[in-house]
């Protein structure tokens, strides 16, 4: 976790990290939103990516919560998906018919870029566009190093 790479502790006493995790030990660091929260104290998130992984914890609670909610059609989940912007800054749409998303390193340098068709855009759906935002953040928290400030993966931060 790119969290724990912060705590000195982890190494020479990691029952004490891993309890912070815990839920069964009521951890202060165990619900997503904690970890949220501090990721970005840490300079492991910039706000507007704090921002976007709130909304998809607010996603993922309604889901747990209210039974009315079966699929990612419903208007409550699709109101959520449409303000999953921060991905927008990333998306390049071409005239030829192409869509580009941009995976941008801690510097802002473009790391890999994905590209399909217009009309495959995964992000037309309210679910493919969730899917495609976790996709996004999980690859970019696999190249988090230690010690980087704000590695948002746009220019800007809202």
Same mark, same amino acid.
């Given at each position: 976790?790119?969290?724990?790479?912060?705590?000195?502790?982890?190494?020479? =006493?990691?029952?004490? @990290?891993? *309890?912070?995790?815990?839920?069964?030990?009521?951890?202060?660091?165990?619900?997503?939103?904690?970890?949220?929260?501090?990721?970005?104290?840490?300079? &492991?998130?910039?706000?507007?990516?704090?921002?976007?992984? #709130?909304?998809?914890?607010?996603?993922?609670?309604?889901?747990? /919560?209210?039974?009315? &909610?079966?699929?990612?059609?419903?208007?409550?989940?699709?109101?959520?998906?449409? #303000?999953?912007?921060? %991905?927008?800054?990333?998306?390049?749409? *071409?005239?030829?018919?192409?869509?580009?998303?941009? /995976? *941008?390193?801690?510097?802002?340098? @473009?790391?890999?870029?994905?590209?399909?068709?217009?009309?495959?855009?995964?992000?037309?759906?309210?679910?493919?566009?969730?899917? =495609?935002?976790?996709?996004?953040? =999980? /690859?970019? %928290?696999? =190249?988090?190093?230690?010690?980087?400030?704000?590695?948002?993966?746009? &220019?800007?931060?809202?």
């Amino acid at each position: 976790m790119a969290v724990e790479t912060h705590f000195p502790g982890v190494v020479t =006493q990691p029952d004490v @990290v891993n *309890r912070l995790f815990d839920p069964m030990k009521n951890g202060p660091l165990s619900n997503f939103g904690a970890k949220i929260d501090i990721s970005f104290a840490l300079g &492991i998130l910039g706000n507007s990516a704090r921002g976007t992984l #709130k909304r998809v914890a607010e996603i993922r609670n309604l889901f747990a /919560h209210r039974l009315d &909610i079966r699929s990612f059609d419903h208007d409550d989940i699709r109101k959520l998906t449409d #303000k999953l912007t921060y %991905l927008d800054a990333a998306l390049d749409y *071409r005239e030829d018919g192409m869509v580009h998303l941009s /995976h *941008r390193s801690a510097k802002n340098e @473009v790391v890999t870029k994905t590209g399909f068709r217009l009309e495959e855009n995964p992000f037309a759906t309210s679910r493919g566009r969730f899917e =495609q935002t976790c996709s996004f953040f =999980q /690859h970019h %928290l696999r =190249q988090v190093v230690p010690g980087a400030t704000e590695p948002d993966l746009h &220019i800007g931060d809202a």
